[in-house]
């Protein structure tokens, strides 16, 4: 990771006023941000918070009552940074009556990429967002989870060197969430930078480097995502299964060591996890039903 | 004929056009520095500064591959809402329109005329709606779906957009006009019977200048006045030696037809008495005029027939004791009209005068005009149909900007009314602040009404003449401002009356004007929107 700041936020300040100019929301109140080159930063709070309203600033849809913003070293209305820029709005808003290369094919001309860089980059992109059997279908016949992928590949379409995403695994089922976070990972490998908001907390964890925590339009906490979430106190152990006697054995030598043993327990898998994995069973054996590792069956077994 | 081509004014219209907008923006320019600086301070008046900058930047920085990828997305977006459903109208009306247009068996010159002028209006009232429709819902709806947050967050410019936005829809609407053009002049062939297509021609009409004597046969700029309304045609006196005389200029032999020069009238006659009705006219004479050469030609005694062309056709060698030399002059000599009658420098002088003791002919500067060789109707038509072109193109760019700023049916009605006035009410405006029409103000008129004060009598004196007077100002003034920028569209009717007249669409006089009003509204739509859109925050919730 680079230390070169590829998004600076100060003291940014957004009021949304009525017609006569009177004060309705104070959506941020003096926000200062960060953001490294080469780092996945999660913004995250809750509804309303104002995690939206700080991407839109950044891209110049709405304009700031007070502070600065620079993203890639420039204002965030100057046009040219938007080169470097890939953005994932919240809900896919694409032309709905165009098919999905054509959607490729017309944000592709807006950065001027040449007719064969255009295609070759727009058939990578559909078989990387896995919509190679849907390309020639409109937007409007696509299930809210192709929107989304069809969404992120005109984001990368430029190949950018800062990536924005709007809850980027929002209507997506595990599976497609899985890909997505794949492929956010994957632009972290590339060495771009990937901004995201989401209040999908599970999703931000999988895969921030650093994250930032809005309420209310202020900035409430911010860092390291590990570091934020060591519970300094405590030590954990992963071992494979052990018998009732060496549990045992380690409760008298926990207690020698003027420890204390807060729960012993056999690890549960997420849901999603096991959901993945019956999917992924079920490509391989087809017509089986899966039967997951559960005491039953290994009692049977 | 009832229209008068006059020449179009080029640099008196640029002129115009300078100090209106260069008011216009001066105007806009300091108004927005007084409110920068009060609501921002020095921020405000330098962002002022930067904002003029920027566009001249933008405008000179725009990517016509970006445009055209916004041009595409446009017609797509059009076609795929179905618009040439419009063809399925456009088919039902041709299908049916031959029942309801064919009747004056006994005129084949009205039926043409009908025939011509029923396509016409068809073909401009279903495409320029149509096109107002989308140019003004079509960037609002960007905005309402938020598709445009794609748009913009990629390096296009939005002053592209606009740009894409208005040619996408000017090349459909074109493409739409080619075919219904097409169509259309296939059906008018067709529909016309041999006998009257001969009346599908563009005549190309030289026309002159006209001076009148009296009856004393002193020079006046005028004839008489009979007491019409309508002033249009001034009158001559018959058998007295009151004269309208035609100066045609730049005449040469190329100007002939079948080696014969065309002369085509339209003369009314106001009658002091019944006549000899059987003739079918008042009795008239051209007299051709050479000063130079001391020579005065007189034609045959012509008969004026009413509400039809008169045609005369003088064959290059006359003699003056030939029936359309007889009158006047050296018997027997043999002239040449283009070297003897036309002066050196291709000057042509006709006089016209009437025969008829107590019979009067009216007449105007168009109602006399030399008919050089004809061009195909296929020139003509396709003018006018270039004259719903132009219109066109004027809607899309006033529709896209005003939907830059407003939501979708606020821009319909804008433009819709904007339209309107421009057709209608346009020469009427013109006519009351320029003093011709005699009107008092809006507020005076209804105060008189609710007091029954007739309109002779004087205001009295006192607060409620003075607020009456303030008021009246200030809408005439309001007047004054949409007079200057509502543009005037009935400069692009003109043309189809051109053809349905039977004439070649005049270059001076309706085409470089339609080209030219066309033309002076693409700065201010593109300076209008830049600014709509630059200063609008796209996600205001």
Redesign the interface.
Same mark, same amino acid.
């Given at each position: 990771m680079d230390n070169e700041p590829v998004i600076q936020i100060s003291n940014l300040t957004k009021i949304?006023r009525d017609f006569w100019g009177r004060k309705k &929301?104070r959506?941020l109140n003096s926000l200062s941000l960060e953001i490294k080159k080469g780092e996945i930063f999660g913004l995250l709070g809750p509804n309303g918070s104002g995690k939206t309203t700080t991407l +839109?600033l950044l /891209?110049? @849809? /709405?304009?700031p009552s007070e502070g600065d913003i620079k993203v890639l070293g420039q204002p965030a209305s100057n &046009? *040219?940074k938007? *080169?470097r820029?890939g953005?994932l709005?919240e809900?896919s808003? %694409?032309?709905r009556? %165009?098919n999905a290369e054509?959607t490729l094919d017309?944000?592709g001309? @807006?950065? +001027?990429m040449p007719a064969k860089e255009r295609r070759e980059r727009a058939a990578e992109l559909i078989e990387k967002v896995g919509l190679g059997h849907a390309k020639r279908r !409109?937007l409007k016949e696509y299930s809210k989870g192709m929107t989304r992928r069809i969404g992120l590949a !005109?984001a990368l379409i430029?190949n950018p060197d800062l990536v924005m995403l709007d809850e980027p695994t929002s209507g997506l089922d595990p599976l497609g969430t899985d890909d997505m976070k794949r492929m956010i990972l994957e632009l972290k490998e590339q060495g771009k930078t990937v901004l995201m908001c989401s209040h999908l907390l599970a999703d931000v964890q999988d895969v921030c480097d650093r994250i930032a925590i809005l309420y209310g339009g202020e900035l409430k906490v911010m860092g390291r995502v590990e570091d934020l979430l060591k519970e300094q106190d405590e030590t954990q152990i992963m071992t494979s299964r052990l018998s009732d006697e060496a549990i045992k054995e380690i409760e008298q030598v926990v207690a020698k060591h003027n420890g204390k043993v807060g729960t012993i327990d056999h690890p549960t898998a997420t849901l999603e996890s096991l959901f993945l994995k019956t999917v992924q069973e079920s490509k391989d054996r087809p017509g089986q039903r899966f039967v997951p590792d559960t005491e039953e069956k290994k009692a049977s077994e | 004929m009832s229209f008068d081509p006059i020449p179009y004014d080029l640099l008196g219209a640029f002129k115009y056009f300078l100090v209106v907008f260069g008011s216009a923006m001066l105007i806009a320019v300091v108004v927005c520095l007084i409110v920068g600086t009060l609501t921002r301070g020095a921020k405000g008046f330098t962002g002022v500064f930067r904002g003029i900058f920027d566009f001249f930047v933008q405008i000179t920085h725009v990517s016509c591959r970006r445009i055209w990828s916004l041009t595409v997305l446009t017609i797509r977006e059009a076609l795929r809402q179905k618009i040439l459903f419009v063809f399925i109208i456009f088919a039902v009306l041709f299908m049916f329109a031959g029942w309801f247009l064919s009747g004056a068996a006994d005129r084949p010159d009205l039926q043409v005329q009908s025939y011509i002028d029923f396509v016409l209006k068809a073909i401009s009232w279903l495409v320029i709606p149509i096109m107002l429709l989308l140019a003004c819902w079509s960037l609002p709806e960007d905005i309402k779906k938020r598709t445009i947050h794609t748009v913009v967050t990629k390096p296009a410019y939005r002053i592209e957009i606009v740009m894409g936005r208005m040619l996408g829809f000017t090349l459909l609407g074109s493409a739409i006009l080619v075919v219904m053009g097409t169509i259309g002049y296939i059906w008018i062939n067709r529909q016309v019977p041999e006998t009257a297509q001969y009346k599908l021609v563009s005549k190309v009409p030289v026309y002159g200048e006209i001076v009148f004597t009296d009856r004393e046969g002193a020079l006046t700029k005028t004839g008489l006045n009979v007491g019409d309304i309508w002033d249009f045609r001034s009158y001559i006196e018959g058998a007295t030696k009151a004269r309208a005389i035609y100066k045609f200029t730049g005449i040469d032999e190329s100007d002939a037809i079948d080696d014969k020069l065309v002369l085509e009238s339209s003369f009314e006659a106001f009658r002091t008495h019944k006549g000899n009705m059987e003739k079918g006219g008042i009795l008239y004479q051209f007299i051709f005029v050479n000063e130079d050469k001391n020579l005065r030609v007189p034609s045959r005694p012509l008969i004026n027939k009413e509400y039809s062309d008169n045609v005369l056709e003088v064959k290059r060698k006359l003699k003056y004791d030939n029936p359309e030399g007889k009158g006047e002059g050296d018997a027997g000599t043999e002239i040449d009209i283009f070297d003897d009658v036309v002066d050196k420098d291709g000057n042509l002088t006709v006089e016209v005068q009437c025969l008829e003791a107590g019979q009067l002919l009216g007449m105007a500067r168009p109602d006399l005009f030399v008919r050089t060789p004809d061009r195909a109707f296929l020139a003509g038509y396709s003018k006018a149909v270039f004259g719903i072109w132009l219109p066109m193109v004027l809607v899309i760019m006033l529709g896209v900007t005003i939907s830059c700023f407003v939501k979708g049916p606020v821009a319909i009605l804008t433009t819709l009314t904007i339209v309107l006035v421009g057709f209608m009410s346009k020469e009427y405006m013109t006519e009351i602040l320029s003093g011709q029409m005699q009107a008092s103000g809006a507020i005076e008129a209804w105060y008189r009404l609710i007091t029954h004060m007739n309109s002779q009598t004087a205001l009295p004196d006192g607060p409620v003449k003075f607020i009456i007077e303030i008021v009246d100002a200030g809408i005439i003034n309001f007047l004054w401002l949409c007079q200057q920028v509502i543009p005037n569209f009935g400069i692009f009717s003109n043309m189809r009356e051109y053809v349905i007249k039977g004439f070649d669409v005049s270059w001076n006089a309706a085409l470089l004007p339609g080209i030219i009003t066309t033309a002076a509204y693409i700065l201010p739509c593109l300076i209008v929107s830049f600014y709509s859109l630059k200063l609008r925050e796209l996600e205001a919730k």
């Open positions: 949304y &929301v959506a +839109k /891209l110049g @849809l /709405l304009f &046009v *040219e938007n *080169e820029i953005y709005p809900e808003y %694409l032309y009556f %165009l054509e017309f944000y001309r @807006l950065f +001027k !409109q !005109q430029n | -």
